[in-house]
């Protein structure tokens, strides 16, 4: 019988199953005799073996069963529930999840056949304390794959002839991030933007694709051809942070497959690599693409709607065929309207349809947190609220690694020891407190905690020590600008980075993946009383309402989420403080920014009165000046692909109704 059709109802299954049953570990750790409690674990058990010897995944269901065993034992009594009893369920619960994500990916479960742990639950079964971890702390490892050989195809072997018979040299690149690494395919974007600026990539394994997605383990390589030597390209690498390791192997030299080459460059050559390996998806270049795809699920009201929508859309139509032959302008006017009606509520439909509660993010936080205060020896509470609050789903895959990563920083270097917590006359528990709530065309995420706050002090120490600023602009540095100097690269307040996080360590990263979707990340703090970071992010990010401006001939989009207000402006209201144009706005200083001049474009002539958009970033203003204004319009995000996607300013592009192409601001990067 072929069961691969089942694998996306599987997947989905298993993975909600594994969450309850972290989320019932908790619980069971507070309260070990609450029988109900060990029902509904044993039940979860039982469901997941059933599920995964169905589907012919044998490793899983040996390994549930034996958890059923030790289940069964603590319901009659005969095993005693220890604190490694439940490290123990623990883990089984993390390489469980570890085997769902590999079978997402490959349809295939692990080779492991998870021996180790399955020791482990029998001898807890005898309540026998297991040896130490430190031989087999990375179960969760388990299945992690080999990593394959690299063999280059008749392509790339072609490329690196022509690059040895134009005198470059050429390197495959091995590269190895920490474990600790939080958001991977950030890492590797700046990997393969530093090696950019060096030479030509002409291969990647996995593929680029694959890599953007996180498709691929702490691993990869990458083939590049260059005028530069093997030293200036293990410098450069060398000072990106959260690398573990990087072998650079002389691809020159090599014996290659020669083939023939036409006399083109490089660039074509490459170009003509990339085509041949989307089409065919063979040669290791690009690895193999997941089986199960994104699912939501969907009210079946929500779906009602959207059908009867869709009934109109049809009608609609119908009508419209009749009145062109008529040619009734009055009736095209009237069946215009009622189109927009309709479209505008199939938008508000389909994007009830994309929503999802952001509880999908926040439940895996605090079996989190249990670990890492279990680690660091400290006492922490966390504390959810609004993890009802709806974001669309593209949105809620952005979100999960930068909250990870500053909920991990709170705890870390947040939050203090028990001891020195109750030398200050705190509480022994520290508390972090995660926050979701919508807020307009936004929602907000606020990850506060009670620690120690940021100290200022050692912000600016440490930047004169990295030479980021002198001792004379550290003096007169304020708050806001010293917290700026958090979200530089590989900058860190902290004398010793841990495995767990260091304050600074990789929040660039996180301010990057947020920035990319739209969103905004603001610090509050207060020295001893503890830190709150502050997300907006959009609610979607596909079709939005837009302001369109006019600079010369050059039609922009602004989105009204980022729009304050829109006033007139006279030149003599602004000043030039420092070379920096301002005006004073309903009683604040804010910043001039000349649009034409971030395009370089040149305006025919200096009105007395300017055109000013006030916009936003978190509580930031400026006054963005534009020639003219077109109107407000609902546009629809266009990416500008992977050739463009680093071009500043720019968030993306929209096609409007008449067929021209007008490019999005991202006002973020304004200020």
């Known amino acids: 019988m072929d069961i691969s059709q089942y694998l996306n109802a599987f997947v989905e299954e ?8 972290n989320e019932i570990l908790l619980d069971l750790e507070k309260d070990v005799h609450n029988q109900d409690i060990l029902n509904e674990l044993f039940r979860i058990a039982h469901t997941l073996k059933g599920m995964a010897g169905t ?9 549930t069963h034996q958890m059923e065993d030790v289940l069964q034992g603590i319901r009659s009594g005969e095993i005693q529930v220890s604190e490694n009893t439940m490290d123990v369920l623990f883990e089984c619960a993390d390489v469980l999840d570890s085997c769902i994500s590999q079978i997402s990916e490959t349809s295939k479960e692990p080779e492991d056949d998870y021996s180790v742990l399955i020791n482990k639950l029998k001898k807890a079964m005898n309540n026998e304390e297991n040896e130490s971890n430190e031989d087999n702390k990375d179960n969760k490892d388990y299945e992690k794959p080999k990593k394959e050989k690299v063999e280059f195809n008749e392509y790339v072997n072609n490329v690196l002839c022509k690059a040895s018979s134009q005198n470059l040299n050429s390197f495959q690149i091995d590269v190895r991030l920490k474990s600790t690494c939080m958001l991977k395919s950030a890492r590797a974007f700046v990997v393969f933007n530093t090696l950019e600026n060096l030479g030509e990539i002409i ?54 497959k020669t083939e023939q080459v036409k006399s083109k460059d490089i660039t074509a050559e490459r170009e003509s690599v990339t085509q041949k390996e989307k089409k065919e998806k063979n040669g290791g270049t690009v690895s193999k693409s997941a089986k199960v795809g994104k699912t939501v699920r969907v009210d079946i009201d929500r779906l009602d709607n959207l059908m009867n929508l869709v009934s109109e859309l049809i009608i609609i139509k119908t009508r419209m065929e009749g009145i062109g032959e008529t040619s009734n302008k009055e009736g095209m006017n009237e069946a215009i309207e009622y189109l927009e009606r309709i479209t505008t509520s199939l938008h508000d439909a389909v994007m009830k349809v994309r929503m999802v509660p952001i509880e999908r993010v926040f439940n895996r936080f605090p079996r989190m947190v249990r670990d890492l205060s279990k680690e660091l020896k400290k006492n922490v509470s966390l504390q959810m609220s609004g993890d009802e609050t709806e974001v669309d789903r593209t949105v809620i ?5 930068p909250l990870i990563h500053l909920i991990r920083n709170s705890i870390d270097h947040g939050i203090e020891h028990p001891e020195e917590r109750k030398k200050l006359g705190k509480d022994e528990t520290g508390t972090v407190i995660l926050k979701a709530y919508p807020d307009g065309n936004n929602v907000v995420v606020e990850v506060e905690d009670d620690g120690s706050g940021i ?40 004398d010793v980075i841990s495995d767990v996080s260091g304050r600074g360590v990789g929040l660039d990263v996180v301010k990057s993946k947020i920035e990319s979707i739209g969103g905004s990340i603001e610090v509050e703090t207060k020295e001893g009383k503890g830190t709150k970071f502050i997300i907006r992010i959009p609610l979607t990010l596909a079709i939005i309402q837009a ?7 050059e039609m922009f989009a602004i ?3 980022s729009i304050s207000e829109i006033i007139n402006i006279n030149k003599e209201q602004i000043r030039n403080i420092q070379g920096q144009e301002i005006i004073l706005y309903r009683g604040r200083t804010i910043p001039v920014i000349r649009l034409n001049k971030i395009i370089h474009t040149e305006i025919d002539e200096e009105r007395n009165e300017l055109v000013s958009i006030i916009v936003k970033k978190g509580d930031k203003q400026a006054g963005l000046v534009v020639d003219s204004l077109l109107g407000q319009q609902e546009i629809v995000i266009k990416p500008l692909g992977k050739y463009l ?6 968030a993306g592009a929209t096609i409007l109704g008449n067929g021209k192409i007008s490019l999005i601001l991202d006002v973020n990067s304004l200020f």
């Open 14 to 21: 298993s993975k909600e199953h594994i969450q309850n049953m």
């Open 55 to 63: 589907m012919g995944f044998n490793s899983m269901a040996n390994l």
């Open 203 to 256: 291969y990647s394994n996995p593929s680029a694709e694959d890599i953007e997605d996180e498709k691929f383990d702490l691993e990869f390589s990458i083939v590049i051809v260059t005028k530069e030597e093997k030293e200036k390209i293990e410098g450069e690498l060398n000072g990106i942070s959260e690398i573990e390791n990087i072998q650079i192997a002389d691809l020159t030299e090599l014996e290659v």
């Open 397 to 401: 895959d952005e979100i999960g690694d």
């Open 455 to 494: 100290n200022f002090e050692k912000i600016k120490k440490k930047a004169v020590e990295k030479d980021l600023i002198n001792g004379k602009n550290a003096d007169t540095m304020s708050k806001e600008e010293a917290i700026e100097l958090l979200f530089k690269p590989g900058f860190s307040t902290s």
């Open 547 to 553: 302001l369109l401006v006019k600079v010369k001939e």
């Open 559 to 561: 989105p009204l989420s």
């Open 645 to 650: 996607s680093n071009v500043k300013y720019l």
